[in-house]
Each structure stands twice: as C-alpha cells, then as structure tokens.
C-alpha cells in the first residue's frame, strides 16, 4: 500500500546575488499554479547576500545554508568563503573551513563524492555564538553539497554544445543534487540554498531554476504518497515511468507525456 510520507514541516529561502537566476526562479514558481501545489513547503527568493534576517529569525527556528562545495572541502572562494566569514565569530573564515573539512574527510576517508549532501553541525557554542550566522539566523550547521570535484564547468562548454540531450542531464542532475540536499534537512525549520551549479559550473539558470523548483514542490507535497513522489520525479525526469505504474494499483499519476524542456510546469501534475 502507498502511503503520504509524514513531512515536518519547514520552508525553503532561495538566495543568489545572479538576478537571472532570482527570475528563473519566479516564472518556475508561477508556472506551479495548479491545487497541488498549494500543498508544498513554503518557497521564498531573493536577491543578494546573507543579510535577510528579519525574514528569518525566530524563536523556534533553526537554519542550514547550503554550501556548494568541492570533493576536498575547501572554502576559500566565492559564496563559500562568504559563509565561512558568517559562521566565524571570534576567530578566523579558515577555523569553520577546518571544522567542516575536517568533519567531511574524516566520515568519507578523504574524497567527498559529488552530489552526497552532509549535515555538519557547530555543537560548540563558544565556536558560533558569536557569529552572523547564529545571531540573525539561527543557523548552526551548514549542508554541504560537493556539486563538482574541483572547480570546472560541469558540462563543459554547454553554450557551444547545446542540445536537448545535455540540457537534460543538467536538469536531471541540479534535479537530483536538490532532493538529496532535501533528505538531509531532519530537525532544519530552515533551508538558505543558492543555485546549484548556476555559477562556475556554468548550467542555465532557467533548468537550474526548474529543476530546483520542482525537486522541492514535488518533495514537500503533503498530499502525495512516496510512490507519487517517485514517479512524479521519473515524470519530470522525462524517464519512462509508465511500465512501473501498472504493477502499483494505489497510484494516480497522470501518465500523460511531460517534456520538462519545453512544457511548464502546471502540466506535470
């Protein structure tokens, strides 16, 4: 029997200083304009940098900010750097990088493979609770995602080489890294996520936006069973999910055809 996953409920903050992206990711929230919809973990955006405390902070919040990372965990460049500095109180950016790092090394015996998503948490208070990041959001832990093994275009020149074939699999794949990033939230009444390989890693904003939108929608839906969700997921992934309904008579996926490159997103459902 197919049963509706039991869901704490939480809320999504999307933050990037790339106004693109902040769009994208506006015209994919729009395009969720059907009743199921309404059934989803709130979804906040903005533009800018970690300073949205008033829309954050309350007594009985608790923040992650997702950091996208590297295979080796360090954090001495762009967003990650800026979220080492909002994690440090008294001492250096470098400490919270050695205190993540280390953590991520030591559980995976060296290599962070990408796209496994980890909870580290600052359990000293003395370490963080003089910092930015406890002080105006609650945040003592940070959800650290390597999106790539070193610093590189993840799809190489995806601009020259541009087809429905790789605009696919980067859909497929900032898809993915946002469910696994979800599955990791637990005890979190708050999610800070940026883009997912929108920056360096050089992935459209407009498949960045829908892949992350819908990850999130579909994940957080209260009124779907695990299976829905599972096929839902196969659905948007454009795979072929039709053979596995017919073995499972408690569901009610819409088997009709979604092409998530060119149909928005009101049709998924």
Same mark, same amino acid.
């Given at each position: 029997?197919?049963?509706?996953?039991?869901?704490?409920?939480?809320?999504? @903050?999307?933050?990037?200083?790339?106004?693109?992206?902040?769009?994208?990711?506006?015209?994919? *929230?729009?395009?969720?304009?059907?009743?199921?919809?309404?059934?989803? $973990?709130?979804?906040?955006?903005?533009?800018?940098?970690?300073?949205? +405390?008033? *829309? @954050?902070?309350?007594?009985?919040?608790?923040? $992650?900010?997702? =950091?996208?990372?590297?295979?080796?965990?360090?954090?001495?460049?762009?967003?990650?750097?800026?979220?080492?500095?909002?994690?440090? !109180?008294?001492?250096?950016?470098?400490?919270?990088? &050695?205190?993540?790092?280390?953590?991520?090394?030591?559980?995976?015996? %060296?290599?962070?493979?990408? &796209?496994?998503?980890?909870?580290?948490?600052?359990?000293?208070?003395?370490?963080?609770?003089?910092? /930015?990041?406890?002080?105006?959001?609650?945040?003592?832990?940070?959800?650290? #995602?390597? $999106?790539?093994?070193?610093?590189? /275009?993840?799809? %190489?020149?995806?601009? /020259?080489?541009?087809?429905?074939? #790789?605009?696919?699999?980067? *859909?497929?794949?900032?898809? +993915?890294? &946002?469910?696994?990033?979800?599955?990791?939230?637990?005890?979190?009444?708050?999610?800070?996520?940026?883009?997912?390989?929108?920056?360096? %890693?050089?992935?459209?904003?407009?498949?960045?936006?829908?892949?992350?939108?819908?990850?999130?929608?579909?994940?957080?839906?209260?009124? #779907? !069973?695990?299976?829905?969700?599972?096929?839902?997921?196969?659905?948007?992934?454009?795979?072929?999910?039709?053979?596995?309904?017919? !073995?499972?008579? =408690?569901?009610?996926?819409?088997?009709?055809?979604? +092409?998530? *490159?060119?149909?928005?997103?009101?049709?998924?459902?």
């Amino acid at each position: 029997m197919s049963r509706v996953a039991q869901i704490s409920k939480f809320k999504v @903050i999307l933050l990037d200083l790339n106004a693109n992206l902040c769009d994208c990711w506006s015209s994919a *929230l729009l395009e969720f304009n059907n009743k199921l919809n309404r059934y989803s $973990t709130p979804i906040f955006k903005y533009k800018g940098q970690l300073n949205y +405390d008033q *829309l @954050i902070k309350n007594d009985t919040c608790t923040t $992650t900010i997702l =950091s996208p990372g590297n295979s080796v965990g360090y954090m001495n460049g762009g967003f990650d750097k800026a979220l080492a500095r909002w994690f440090s !109180s008294n001492s250096s950016w470098e400490d919270t990088e &050695t205190h993540v790092q280390s953590s991520l090394l030591w559980k995976y015996h %060296g290599y962070l493979s990408p &796209t496994n998503a980890n909870l580290v948490e600052f359990n000293t208070p003395e370490f963080y609770k003089n910092s /930015k990041a406890w002080n105006l959001t609650n945040a003592n832990s940070i959800l650290h #995602l390597p $999106t790539m093994r070193v610093p590189r /275009k993840l799809f %190489g020149d995806a601009e /020259k080489h541009e087809s429905d074939a #790789l605009s696919l699999e980067m *859909l497929r794949y900032v898809y +993915d890294c &946002t469910w696994e990033i979800l599955t990791k939230y637990s005890l979190i009444n708050t999610l800070i996520l940026t883009g997912i390989g929108s920056g360096y %890693g050089g992935i459209p904003e407009p498949l960045v936006a829908k892949a992350m939108i819908s990850a999130i929608t579909i994940y957080s839906n209260s009124k #779907l !069973s695990d299976i829905d969700k599972a096929l839902y997921s196969l659905k948007f992934l454009k795979e072929d999910f039709r053979s596995l309904i017919s !073995s499972d008579d =408690s569901s009610y996926i819409d088997s009709r055809e979604f +092409d998530p *490159l060119k149909d928005p997103l009101y049709k998924l459902y």
